[in-house]
């Protein structure tokens, strides 16, 4: 139930009380800010509470949400689903825009980061395939085909037109503007490419990193082979899930594994400051609630330097725990909880890029998840508001049901 069908339901949704929150501490750096503060029910200090801005329901049905993207520039909002299918949103109202099909398979990552292309979103697939959109007519504009699942793309390079995809045990490069495939790195990894990316201060700088625990950094100015071009291997002893840049240059990235271990790295000189066996254990130590069963994602706030682990039940709450340096409480207190809006396990969180301007004015962020939802949470800018609207098909009282589980993904 999509375009008409769907703005139509969201004009006669009913409002709804729906025990929905997100609990912010105060005298802490943190993912937004409020003014309005009253206890916390997890802790003995003084916290802001967030509310829930508004629950859609993205497909009516079990589907899943992957994976949601944002580009200020056009006001939109990408969700990819286990349909294979992006939909797209108003970040601001949750209005339904319009819809991509074309992936025969499971897409894996989707991103709004083409070159000068703010009205392009790329996505890549298990089908073997990159593929870009244009989200005013959601129309396919281009395709690049691997011979073999992609699972991640990122573009970057000295001139900004390289595109690099990793697949099975290969990094592949194109150069965007015409197609060519530049390069099939094959010999670095030995199994999958879960993650690539380009340094975002040095965009020369390649990351890779696989199920074979390894994490690689290539130099892809001049004409790219692994015997000159990989500078550096850093063992994560485990498969890696997820990987990001964080520090004030962004020197130093985070790594999530595939069995929920942390770990931080200098990139530059392949050292490890933080290695974390027990990171859910650790989390679930630093709040009050059910078990922190899975890690979502990292976040990293480059005006406050901070980085965050992002966890969460089965039952769909998540905190944001901060990562600190030295082994001594290397997790600390959740800053944020986020709980009520999704009934089952969160697959996705994307932040608000800025909660105070423009169309994200009072907006914490995004989440998706099993349930087929996307939330988006308030920043407490607006205290008056305790209610959410939602579709009609969901004006029951949100219940929380408990699952037997051991693996989210």
């Known amino acids: 139930m999509e375009g ?28 937004a800010t409020s003014n309005s503060s009253s206890p916390s029910p997890n802790s003995g ?6 509310g829930l801005k508004n629950s ?19 006001s939109t909002l990408a ?16 209005q339904f825009l319009g819809e991509c099909t074309g992936h025969s398979g499971t897409i894996h990552e989707i991103s709004f980061s083409a070159p000068s292309s703010p009205q392009v979103i790329c996505s890549c697939s298990s089908d073997g395939t990159i593929r870009a959109w244009d989200t005013r007519s959601f129309k396919q504009i281009s395709l690049l085909r691997g011979s073999q699942e992609l699972f991640s793309f990122s573009f970057g390079g000295s001139s900004g037109n390289l595109l690099a995809a990793g697949s099975n045990s290969q990094v592949l490069l194109w150069d965007w503007r015409n197609s060519k495939q530049l390069a ?18 040095q965009h020369s700088k390649l990351i890779s990193a696989a199920v074979d625990g390894l994490i690689c950094v290539f130099d892809t100015d001049g004409d790219m082979n692994e015997d000159n071009h990989l500078l550096s291997v850093m063992n994560v002893e485990t498969s890696v899930a997820k990987v990001g840049f964080f520090g004030n240059t962004y020197q130093k990235i985070w790594c999530l594994s595939h069995i929920e271990t942390l770990s931080t790295w200098d990139w530059n000189d392949g050292s490890r400051e933080l290695n974390i066996d027990d990171a859910r254990s650790l989390a679930t130590d630093r709040w009050n609630l059910d078990h922190v069963d899975y ?17 969460g039940t089965t039952a769909g709450t998540i905190g944001y725990f901060p990562v600190r340096a030295g082994l001594e409480g290397a997790i600390g207190s959740a800053e944020a909880i986020l709980e009520g809006g999704h009934t089952d396990v969160v697959r996705t969180v994307y932040p608000a890029a800025n909660t105070h301007t423009g169309q994200n004015r009072g907006i914490f962020g995004w989440t998706g998840g099993e ?32 699952k037997c589980r051991q693996q989210p993904y």
């Open 4 to 31: 008409g069908g769907e703005d139509t339901a969201a004009a006669m949704a009913m409002e709804v009380e729906i025990e929905a929150e997100a609990v912010l501490c105060m005298g802490t750096s943190s993912p």
């Open 45 to 50: 200090i003084s916290s802001r509470r967030l």
């Open 56 to 74: 859609i329901q993205t497909n009516f049905g079990d589907d899943y949400v992957f994976q949601i993207a944002s580009c200020q520039e056009n």
């Open 79 to 94: 969700v990819s689903l286990s349909t294979n299918a992006l939909k797209l949103y108003s970040p601001a109202t949750g």
């Open 184 to 201: 099939c790195l094959e010999e670095s990894h030995m199994d999958d490419v879960t993650q690539v990316k380009f340094a975002p201060h």
């Open 295 to 311: 890690f979502v994602d990292c976040h990293y706030s480059l005006p406050d330097d901070k980085l965050w682990v992002i966890g």
């Open 371 to 402: 349930d087929g939802r996307l939330c988006c949470w308030r920043s407490g800018e607006i205290a008056e508001m305790n209610k959410s609207w939602i579709s009609s098909s969901l004006v029951s009282r949100v219940q929380k049901k408990a």
